[in-house]
Every structure is written in C-alpha cells, then in structure tokens.
Nanobody, 123 residues
C-alpha cells in the first residue's frame, strides 16, 4: 500500500514560490493527488496526476499557478506552487488514489493519506 510522506512546506510571502514533495513507498500504477485544508474549512482538492499518460487536473483556484508532476523512478510526486496568495494558506496533503480507478478528483477516491505539511502565505 502506498504511504505518502509530504515535505517542503513553510512560510512565504505573497507572490513567492514553493515546491512540495511527496515521497511514497511505491507509486506503481496509482494516480496521486494533492489536497489542502485551511483552518475552519473542509479539505479541498488541489491537483491530481495519473500514472501513465500524466493526465493532470487542477482546482480552478490554482490553475495556471500550480503544477503537479511525478517521478516514478524516485517514487515522488511534486507540487510546484507559484504566485502564492494568502488564500493558499493551509495544510497540504498528498494522497494516493484507489488502485481500481485510473483518475479522479473526488476526495472519496483517495485511500492513502500523508500527515500533511503546513504552507503559510503571509506578509
């Protein structure tokens, strides 16, 4: 079973960039996603990437600013975050999708979650 471990969070100023990493025991044929949760809000979808053709999808709020990628040789998924805004603040979680699906953006289709890494965007 894929067990994600996130890293790379921190405090940055608006307009800055940050790259999150998600190391997994194995990526195999699993689609992987990033979610985030702001204080007092529900966890929300950020980005997802499939395992074969590298199909991707993004939440409207981050499209054009964030880029998800994966390096299966390193069993690592990345989230490059540019032009960060204060509303991007939250705990970012990496998650592995269910093995019988190819691709999904629904939170219920992700079965293995990391502990999360805090991202704070503030001046």
């Amino acid at each position: 079973q894929v067990q994600p471990v996130e890293s790379g969070g921190g405090w940055v100023q608006p307009g800055d960039s940050l790259r999150l990493s998600c190391a997994a025991s194995e990526l195999s044929s699993t689609f992987m996603g990033w979610f985030r949760q702001a204080p007092g809000k529900e966890r929300e979808f950020v980005a997802v990437i499939s395992w074969s053709v590298r199909r991707t999808d993004y939440a409207d709020s981050v499209r054009g600013r964030f880029t998800i990628s994966r390096d299966d040789a390193k069993n690592t998924v990345y989230l490059q975050m540019d032009s960060l805004k204060p509303e991007d603040t939250g705990v970012y979680y990496c998650a592995a999708g269910r093995s019988d699906f190819y691709f999904s953006v629904r939170i219920q289709d992700f079965v293995s979650w990391g502990q999360g890494t805090q991202v704070t965007v503030s001046s």
